[in-house]
């Protein structure tokens, strides 16, 4: 079972910037689309952004779009989340989590998940 661990949370200012990765130390994430995911307190899990399986494609909301970027190695088995000009309205658990066999990513059909990393936006 393809085992996902997020690390790179913390707490940083508004304005700030923080790296996300997932990882994992068993199997390739080649074969995966991969997704990150976030969930406020009592709100509903939202995507963030999901790369294909070969990263030739991401895509964002538009929440994010144009402060978050999403990159991969698939040598290193690591996926990336940069997220820059961080907001208050950020603060989440991130998750990332990979699908087998599609280019999107829906929390509905992900198949494996990892145990989240907070981010707190706060001054």
């Known amino acids: 079972q393809l085992q996902l661990v997020e690390s790179g949370g913390g707490l940083v200012q508004p304005g700030g910037s923080l790296r996300l990765s997932c990882a994992t130390s068993r199997f390739t994430l080649a074969n995966y689309a991969i997704g990150w995911f976030r969930q406020a307190p009592g709100k509903e899990r939202e995507g963030v952004s999901c790369i294909s399986s070969s990263g030739g494609s991401t895509n964002y909301p538009d929440s994010v779009k144009g402060r978050f970027t999403i990159s991969r190695d698939n040598a290193k088995n690591t996926v990336w989340l940069q997220m820059n000009s961080l907001k208050p309205e950020d603060t989440a658990v991130y998750y990332c989590?990979?699908?087998?066999?599609?280019?999107?990513?829906?929390?509905?059909?992900?198949?494996?998940w990892g145990k989240g990393t907070l981010v707190t936006v706060s001054s």
């Open positions: 989590a990979a699908v087998i066999y599609r280019s999107t990513c829906s929390p509905l059909y992900m198949n494996y």
